[in-house]
């Protein structure tokens, strides 16, 4: 069984950093796609970032620019570095990966962005 297990939230204030890690029970080398998404109070799920298998990179535009998600093969552990955040970039973080046999999320780490 596969576990994602996301870590890094908080609160911090607009304008700061905080770096989201997904460490998987398994090698990430069996997900074609991993990537982290969001969901806000009174919204639907909606895609943050992608990183392939081949290390392509795809981004929301709202986080264009300002987020970055990067992976660590050796440590089965894909990151999301947000810098410059927003109040609007408050929700609970949730990291997905898809293989094979299907897709996987974790529990998720809530991320709070104060004006």
């Known amino acids: 069984q596969v576990q994602l297990v996301e870590s890094g939230g908080g609160l911090v204030q607009a304008g700061g950093s905080l770096r989201l890690s997904c460490a998987a029970s398994g090698s990430i080398f069996r997900f074609n796609v991993m990537g982290w998404y969001r969901q806000a109070p009174g919204k639907q799920r909606e895609l943050v970032a992608t990183?392939?298998?081949?290390?392509?990179?795809n981004y929301a535009d709202s986080v264009k620019g300002r987020f970055t998600i990067s992976k660590n093969s050796a440590k089965n552990t894909v990151y999301l570095q947000m810098n410059s955040l927003k109040p609007e970039d408050t929700a609970v973080y949730y990291c997905n990966g898809n293989r094979w046999d299907g897709g996987y999320w974790g529990q998720g780490t809530q991320v709070t962005v104060s004006s």
């Open positions: 990183v392939t298998s081949g290390g392509s990179t």
